[in-house]
């Protein structure tokens, strides 16, 4: 069967084969398990996370047309990347500081 993938270089299309565990009579392809891919996946997790960081500064649209531009996704395609994130938590630099001092361990030296 073959899949195509969108990735931050353009399409990549590859050839995959079902197969099916003599153990459990499971059925899945040994390639997208190998790499990582969710069956359903289209997009490569480094062009999600580009698509992402562009959409911050700029539309939807544009975030879409600057990231990779051989490929025409749509400004839905973005917000649905956005969303399948869910929740982020606003972490301010002051915040992250607090914490990594607070894992710190002070080390008392008694003589």
Do not use: W
Request: with cysteine; net charge neutral.
């Amino acid at each position: 069967m073959k899949k195509t993938l969108l990735t931050t270089f353009g399409e990549i299309k590859y050839e995959r084969t079902y197969y099916k565990s003599k153990k459990d009579n499971e059925y899945k392809y040994l390639s997208d398990e190998f790499l990582g891919i969710d069956c359903h996946d289209r997009m490569d997790l480094s062009l999600k996370a580009q698509l992402v960081k562009e959409a911050v500064d700029v539309a939807y649209d544009k975030s879409a047309k600057k990231t990779i531009e051989s490929i025409d996704l749509s400004s839905q395609t973005v917000m649905n990347t956005i969303r399948e994130l869910g929740q982020i938590p606003n972490i301010t630099y002051k915040d992250q500081c607090q914490v990594e001092e607070s894992k710190k361990q002070k080390l008392n030296i008694y003589m």
